[in-house]
Structures are given as structure tokens and as C-alpha cells.
């Protein structure tokens, strides 16, 4: 295996299979099911140092290193995740698992149906991040971890980790949210909206049937990614790269690509929906619509929060407009009022929501003196290897006392 | 004719026919056109009282009052010009037109082309503010009008009425451009980019010539109306129009509308792809791609505006992020370098960029204050009737030196 500097090297997916069917929140089930994740760093002796790692929209298991097949497609986390990295795989064992429903190798809309032989297409049902974080639950059973040192993630991913917390109080220690929400906006939802519309008005999209056409709905993929992208970006951000840097000489009246961002959006559109299933960007919108913790409350995001006992790293910056810091905030004041250990940092960062995914020191320390943390509270209390037992929500080890704080 | 309180009444959109070719920015030329307008109040003898009203993307030469074959369709300003409003047609004489390449009467891409009598379609040029601002300059002179009063608009209006100071400084003593920008940011470029890569990907638009094929791109006219109308809002109005409310009983787990914003939004596509021209929204979007008077004086608006005579009434509203306050800054920083007289306000509105079109007291106030000041200073001057003369440019009287300032 290659260890390149500061990499995992090359990895190898795996893959799960679980014969036992996933009661959905929707009250369908899937019958069988696989999913395909990455580790990487080893587990340690007490099973104590694992950290999952939840992906947003388009990402998947493939969270650090690379390929053996692909020496440039570096993990989508390389920068986050590696030896001597924040989350440093010498000493965390790091898991990454491709939702239920995504399009890279777990069980989704292009699988297969067992009940036809043919792929699910609009027949695969909708999944919610509390799916999602039960079927991770499974995969930590089946991998030995009764306990997560922490999860996390960003944005989408960020949702999943809160959602661990309230489904699985004492099977994580930690928490790490980024850029994340309790709940979308209504223009989150909107954006979301717009997206969809166009992905299910596109001709190819044949109901979500394409598959049997041997078509894609490309035009409404790319659409739909276009829109997502402008929301990834901060306008700052876009003008800085951007502006109104013309492609063509002078202006072309016409409606070709003559602006540097046209050609941008519609290069990451096309791109996208080359390798991007339509009905995976359905089912993870709606995932991000239907997130709403408190929703069972009557809205009430503190007494939603009432059951979480890890302890929380969250983070946001000033330029993300998706998620903007009030967000973030709102899971803060939540935890703050039942005196859970928070620490809460907004990054001045010029790069909107993507900022989350982009190399900056102050962000990047940020996590490592937190994960610094981790590490030396689990060498303190010397966490004792419990029973594997599938499906276990009580009898995690008592948690230290101690607040972890960072810069 | 019916005069309702408050209102215009009954009003007859007339057309004007000019034969004489124009010459476009691009360089092409439209042989032969027709602009459809309409008037409110009476053009005093002095022929001093005049105010061109310019629209935005979808609006039109209908400005206020009704259409006696539509009892329902008020003006898209109603609110701000009429009898007693804030632009009061007992003291103005208001003129509405449609601009060339849209799609409510006057020339554009539906209109048949002379030289194959079917219609343009892809074949129509096209056009730039400027071209709107000659073709606006050319009804002046057939209307009799040597100078304007004021010219107002808002959003893509303000940058026509930006436009007819440095194009024709000496036919207007006021300009009033409320939500505008001198250019549009490459976010506002990348939103127009995604809505007409929506339309011209749509099977049904034909390379724009649709019409020959007995069909509408109404997929994706939808989809670009959606994405246009989530920029009009404001991120707190949405929040607070709609929320997360459901029109179902609850979650049901499909792509259907579920959410209220997805039901406003749906029906605001479907509407608009109803009555609008895909090739217009092309033309309209593209000329506020390339609005950007400071483009010939290597990005230097201060230079750009050197030019301009009139003074200045602009106005931005704080929720606006498609065009926020600090885009109107940069109007009244360039003109204050040159002193001008520009009066600025920045309303605190809740409703995005929206709020130019709103009922609004303190924003109507200002306007309406704004006017009683033009007025006044109309009668103090006693403005002599300057000879009918087509494509003036010179000789306008010597303008007030008094400042117009408004609370």
C-alpha cells in the first residue's frame, strides 16, 4: 500500500450486506440491503477510537485517501482526514459509509429490486436522516463499535451526527457538526424545490423509470446542480473568483457561455450529471426537507435536544448563506439551556458553505484541538471495551466531566 | 371612463410605429418596430411634467390603472402612480412602455419578421438597456417630450433610468432608480445563467423557435421563474410567509408538493409559463447580464458618471440581496464624487427585493415627497416649452441648483 505524506494511501471500499429489513421512518421498510464504507487507522484494543464520518448531498464513503483505480480521485475529507491530519487516522479509526438511497455502491434507486429483478427507480422508497443514522447504528454493530468517539459531519452530514445524539444518546461521545441546521428555511426548501422540479420535468426523467429508457434526465441534473452550486458559494466569494470575467473577447450577444461563471456553473452542472443518479438527488433533498428534530416538539428545538448527552464541537461561517451562523446557533442556545458541553466557533471564512470541505488553518486547528481533546480524555479514562450487541442504546460508559473547549 | 378612487380607472394601452431603423448596441438593427405604451394625467403646456416609468423583467408598459377588458389586472405599480399616489398623475403626465424584445405588444421575438413574415424566434436580436433607453428617447420625441420630469424604475427599470442620464443627461432633471445596481454581480449573472439554461435545455423550446413547432418551453420558463422568484424574496419573508407549514397532513414521503413554499412556488412557475416568452426572458435576462456603464471606462463608475446631469433619488431596501443596499452605494458614492445632488435612502423592509413593488408607508412617503419637490420646483422655474425636436440631446434648461432632499 502507497502512504503517500499525510495520506491514508490507497483504499479499498468495503462492503456490508444486511439481511435483516430497516424499518423506515416513513413506515415502509427495505428488505435487504448493503452498504459500502471505507476505515481507515486501526481500532484500537477498548474499540474506543472510532469516529464516523456522515456525507452531505453528493459525497459518499470515500471520505480519505485514494483509489487504486483512480490516482487523482482523492477522498472528498483528504484534507480533514489522514496521519497527522485533524481527525489523525494514527490515532482514530475513521469510518465512512455511503447512506441508504445514495448512488456509490450502498443500496439505492439503481440497485436492483429483489421483488422485480429490476432497479428500484421511483419505487425505492424515501429515506430520512434518522434512516440514515439507524442503518449507520448497524454497520457500528457489525464493525464492533458500541461507541463512536465522535461523529461527524458537514452540512447534510452535520444532521446526521446531531441525529445520532437523539437516537443514540450513548453510542457517540462526540459530536461534530459543521455547517450545519437544525431544520432547512423555507428558501432551503425552495432551493431544494426548484432543483427537484427540474430533474422531474425533464423528459428523460420518465417518472423516475429512466433506467428501463437507458436514459438520463441530464438537462434537469445539471439544472438542478447549477442552482445547488450558487447556494455552495458565498456571492464574496463568487466575485472574487469571477466577477464579470468575460471568456469571449467582448460581449457576444448571444446566450453561449461568455461570462467565466456561466462557464463554471455549467461545467460543474454537465460534470455532475455524468456520474450523479437523478433519483439519489430526489431522495437526499427530501432527507434535508423532512430534517426537523424538534418537529415532534411543536417546534421546541430545546426540548428536542433534552435526550443528547455528547458533548458538541460545532462550527459555522460567516459567508455560508445555506446555513448561515444563526443556525448553528439555534443547536447552541438548545444544548446551552440543558448546560450540555459545547464548544461553538463561526469562522470568518470568505467561502460560503463550501468553506467547510476547504483547506483553512483556523478551521483546520480548530478541529485537530478538538480531536486533541478526544484523544487525550479516552487515554485518561481508559474506556473499557464493551460487548459488541447489535442495536444497543443504553449501557454506554459513563461520560468524563470534563468541557472540552477549544480555540 | 370608470375613476375609481385613488386609481387611474379604465386605461387603453395605444401602439407607435417607427420606421425608421434602430441601431442596436450589438451592431445588428431592427428595421422597423412598434412600442406599446400607455399614458396617465396630462402633459402640461409647458410640456415640463412627463415621467417615463420603466419595468423590470416581467412587468410591462401597463402601469397603472385597469384595462377595460380585465377588471382584475391592475397595473404592476398601481400603488405608486395614480391619482393622489405617490407619483400623482394630477400633477404628472406618466408614460408606460414596453420594451422592445418583450412580450406585451411591442416588437420582439413572437413578433413576425419582415424579411420572412414568421416570427423572429431565435433570429430576434439582441438588445441592451441602452437600446431601451434610444428606443424610450424616440417616443419622448414623438410624444413631444424634450425633457423628462423624472425617470423611474426599479430593479432592471433603475438601470434604465440610470442609463437615460448618461446617455441623454440633458432630457431628464430627475432619476429615481429604487433596487438597482450599476452592474450585476457574478452571482445575479450565475442565478440568469441556471433559469435560461433551464429554458434553452427544455425539448419544447427549439432553439428558440418554438412557435413553429405549436409549443411553449413551459417546463423550463417554470423552472426559471422559480429560481427568479427566490431571489425576489427575502430569506425572513419566506421564513415568515411560509415556514416549514405543510399543505399535507403530514410527511408523505414523495416528490409532490407537501410544503407551502413548494405550492407558491409551483404555482408562480406554472403561472408565468403561462403568459411569458421564453425568448424574451432570454433577451431581458441577458440585457441585465451586460448592463455595466463603467465597462468603457475600465470598471471606473466614478468616470462612468461623470457625464450625468440629472439629480438623483435611490433607493434600496435592507432585505434585498439580489440587489442589496451596498450595489445603490455605489450609484450615490460615484455621483456624491462628482456633487451631485443624490438623495439615498435605505429602508428597513422585510421583503427582499419584492419591496419595490410593496405597499410600503415610509418607502411611498419618501417617493411621494420625493415628487412634491420635483413639482414645486416645476412651478417655481416655470420650465419654458421647449421645441419638438426628434433626438434631442442639448438644450435642456438650465436646471434648478437646489438640493432635493427627502426624509
Known amino acids: 500500500m502507497v502512504q503517500l505524506p ?28 448493503m452498504l459500502m464504507y471505507e ?7 477498548a474499540r474506543s477510537n472510532a469516529v464516523l464520518i456522515c456525507h452531505a448531498l453528493n459525497a459518499s464513503h470515500h471520505v480519505a485517501g485514494l483509489h487504486a483505480e483512480d490516482a487523482t480521485g482523492a477522498g472528498w475529507w483528504d484534507n480533514m482526514v489522514g496521519p497527522g491530519k485533524p481527525v489523525d487516522t494514527n490515532r482514530f479509526f475513521v469510518v465512512g459509509v455511503n447512506n441508504l438511497g445514495s448512488c456509490f455502491g450502498s443500496t439505492g434507486p439503481m440497485s436492483p429490486d429483489p421483488a422485480t429483478g429490476k432497479p428500484y427507480g421511483a419505487r425505492f422508497p424515501v429515506v430520512t436522516v434518522e434512516d440514515w443514522v439507524d442503518a449507520q447504528a448497524r454497520l457500528a454493530d457489525a464493525l464492533g463499535i458500541v461507541q463512536w468517539a465522535a461523529v461527524m459531519g458537514g452540512s447534510l452530514g452535520g444532521m446526521q451526527a446531531l441525529s445520532w445524539t437523539l437516537r443514540y444518546p450513548h453510542r457517540l461521545r462526540h459530536c461534530v457538526a459543521i455547517a450545519s441546521t437544525p431544520k432547512l428555511s423555507a428558501q432551503n426548501i425552495a432551493f431544494n424545490d426548484v432543483a427537484r422540479t427540474a430533474i422531474r420535468s425533464d423528459p428523460d426523467f420518465h417518472g423516475g423509470d429512466y433506467y428501463a429508457h437507458g436514459v438520463v434526465p441530464k438537462r434537469g441534473l445539471s439544472v438542478a446542480r447549477m ?52 433519483n439519489t438527488y430526489l431522495l437526499i433533498t427530501r432527507a434535508l426537507d423532512y430534517f426537523d428534530p424538534a418537529k415532534d416538539f411543536g417546534g421546541d428545538l430545546t426540548a428536542a435536544l433534552a435526550r443528547a448527552r455528547a458533548r458538541f464541537l460545532i462550527v459555522s ?81 459513563a461520560e468524563s466531566p470534563r468541557r472540552a473547549e477549544a480555540a
Do not use: C
Open 6 to 33: 499525510g495520506s491514508v494511501g490507497v483504499v479499498k471500499p468495503q462492503t456490508l450486506h444486511f439481511a435483516q429489513p430497516l424499518r423506515l421512518t416513513s413506515g415502509a421498510s427495505i428488505a435487504d440491503y
Open 39 to 45: 476505515t481507515y487507522g486501526e481500532l484500537n484494543a
Open 227 to 278: 442552482i445547488g452550486h450558487i447556494t455552495y458559494l458565498s456571492s464574496e466569494d463568487m466575485a472574487e473568483k469571477f466577477g464579470r470575467l468575460l471568456r469571449t473577447q467582448d460581449y457576444a450577444f448571444g446566450y453561449d457561455v461568455e461570462f467565466e461563471v456561466e462557464s463554471y456553473l455549467r461545467y460543474q452542472g454537465d460534470k455532475f450529471s455524468e456520474y450523479f443518479d437523478a
Open 317 to 397: 461561517f460567516t459567508t455560508d448563506w445555506r446555513f448561515p451562523p444563526v443556525r448553528s446557533r439555534e443547536i447552541v442556545e438548545a444544548l446551552v439551556a440543558h448546560d450540555r458541553d459545547v464548544t461553538y466557533a463561526e469562522i470568518d471564512a470568505p467561502h460560503g458553505h463550501d468553506a467547510f470541505l476547504l483547506d483553512d488553518v483556523r478551521y483546520h486547528h480548530l478541529v485537530a484541538a478538538y480531536f486533541d481533546l478526544i484523544h487525550a480524555e479516552q487515554n485518561q479514562t481508559q474506556v473499557a471495551a464493551p460487548p459488541v450487541a447489535p442495536q444497543v442504546q443504553q449501557g454506554a460508559p
